[in-house]
């Protein structure tokens, strides 16, 4: 299986460990990650149409050394899956996401016919974030995770695509999981007040990438990066699809 991420530092955080995950699971999963810092929808549209190989070029989580182009990723290959974000400080902005958002779905459809289009939801910034665009969102992480959610689930419907909860696993995470209130002393999923923690945040984003796209079961897979215990993995994990599990049902 094989998925390209058109992204920034957030799917970046997102795919850190899936391909390590995956194969504890016995899958082989490569992914694919275009990297630019912060680079928004807008932003992967005009390189888009300007064809501008600007982009590192990660594979399974590690660096190439290789600068690429929109149109060069997706022609290495079929994908089964492609997914898009938007950058993390206009997540909760609707009025940012079209019609870039629209453009470069209709790139990467006609591009890998084959592949199913994914949004990929990031997440709130900690509640202590010195980010500069908190205060976009008077610095109140409930009400980013609020905005976001809704925007985020606004793109997938208007483009058809499907869509990867971290967001919303994150935030039901911090609020349910005894020990990760970080407002209360616990500990923060963000290792800056906006990326993911290494190596708890980014173990749980790849859980729910696998959950979501692959059908496997969190709690199936045994990978163990550097610096977690065993005891967090089977909490994470544990957690992780029994987010998944409710919001499914409900």
Known sequence: ??????????????????????????????????YIGGCSLAYHAENLRENRSNYALEINGQGTGRTISIPEALGMGEYDFVTLQQASHFSGKPETYQPHLGELAEACRKAQPG??????????????????????????????????????????????????????VVQRFRE?????????????????????????????AALVWLETLCGIDARDVTFLPEGLTEEKRVLIAEAVHRILSEEQGG
């Open 176 to 204: 349910t999981v005894p020990g990760f209130d970080y407002a209360h002393g616990g500990e923060s999923l963000c290792r800056d007040g906006f990326h993911l923690a290494i190596p708890a945040g980014r173990y749980l």
């Open 1 to 34: 299986m094989r998925t390209l991420s058109i992204g920034n530092s957030f799917s970046q955080d997102a795919c850190a460990y899936l391909h390590q995950a995956a194969a504890s699971a016995g899958l082989d999963l490569e992914c694919v990650n275009l």
């Open 115 to 168: 592949a199913r289009l994914m949004i990929h939801e990031t997440w709130a910034y900690e509640t202590d974030s010195t980010h500069g665009a908190f205060p976009d969102y008077g610095c109140d992480q409930r009400r980013m995770y609020d905005l976001l959610r809704a925007a985020y689930l606004d793109a997938a419907r208007s483009t058809g695509a499907g869509f990867i909860p971290v967001g919303d």
